[in-house]
């Protein structure tokens, strides 16, 4: 099992949509989770962060986490031609990062 | 606030060949990572610095590669004798440890290599 398993891509939203991405973890003592946000040919770009369970917003994304189930989403409210990216999901490990293989979405026009 | 730099952003080698990258954290931050990532993978983490000292090592860097932070600020990454399954994007990352930071790493623009 990997460590950090997100839903199968690509996604493809129309503009003005709602994209929902998720993602689980199997260390059940994993206290803090990141989505990035990555280019195409560039570097990861942090986006959001939680460590409370619970839902956390900032501008049109919402990260929410449920530990019990070992559960993170991304939601990302009236998608945009700009967010057509790979969402990478990434948690803390003692210090050390473990990702996702990352969600592609395509916000069509 | 400059960001996380890397140096090369490309380095195109031949097999066998020694090569040599360069990471400079954001100024303030005490821990420095590196990663590798391949096309259509996440990034895998190789190890990491506190300060200069090296705290861990993934079982992923071979003999074959050494990093070094000597005085706590830019760190490099060697990789000896090339092979073409090290061809791949090296991604450099930083944070800031303590109370007063939140731990959120910072990813530099990668060195992107290719082996021939």
């Known amino acids: 099992q990997k460590e950090v398993e997100q839903n199968s891509g690509p996604l493809s939203v129309p503009e003005g949509a709602i994209a929902s991405l998720n993602c689980t973890y199997s260390d059940r003592g994993s206290q803090s989770f990141f989505w990035y946000r990555q280019y195409s040919g560039k570097s990861p770009e942090l986006i959001m962060f939680?460590?409370?369970?619970g839902d956390k917003e900032d501008g049109r994304f919402t990260a929410q986490l449920n530990k019990a189930s070992q559960y993170v989403s991304l939601l990302i409210r009236d998608s945009q031609p700009s967010d057509s990216a790979t969402y990478l999901c990434a948690v803390n490990n003692d210090y050390k990062l473990s990702f996702g293989a990352g969600t592609t979405v395509t916000v069509r026009a | 606030d400059t960001g996380v730099s890397q140096d090369p952003r490309h380095k195109i080698t031949k097999r066998g060949q020694n090569v040599t990258f360069r990471c400079d954290p954001i100024s303030e931050h005490n821990r420095l990572y590196w990663y590798r990532q391949t096309l259509g993978q996440g990034p895998e983490f190789l190890t990491y610095?506190?300060?200069?000292?090296?705290?861990?090592k993934s079982r992923l860097l071979s003999d074959r590669f050494s990093a070094e932070r000597p005085k706590g600020s830019f760190s490099t990454l060697e990789i000896q004798r090339t092979e073409q399954g090290d061809s791949a994007m090296y991604l450099c990352?930083?944070?800031?440890?303590?109370?007063?930071?939140?731990?959120?790493?910072?990813f530099g623009p990668g060195t992107r290599l290719t082996v021939l």
């Open positions: 990352a930083s944070s800031l440890a303590g109370s007063s930071g939140s731990g959120e790493q910072f």
């Open positions: 939680i460590y409370s369970n």
């Open positions: 610095f506190q300060n200069e000292a090296q705290l861990e």
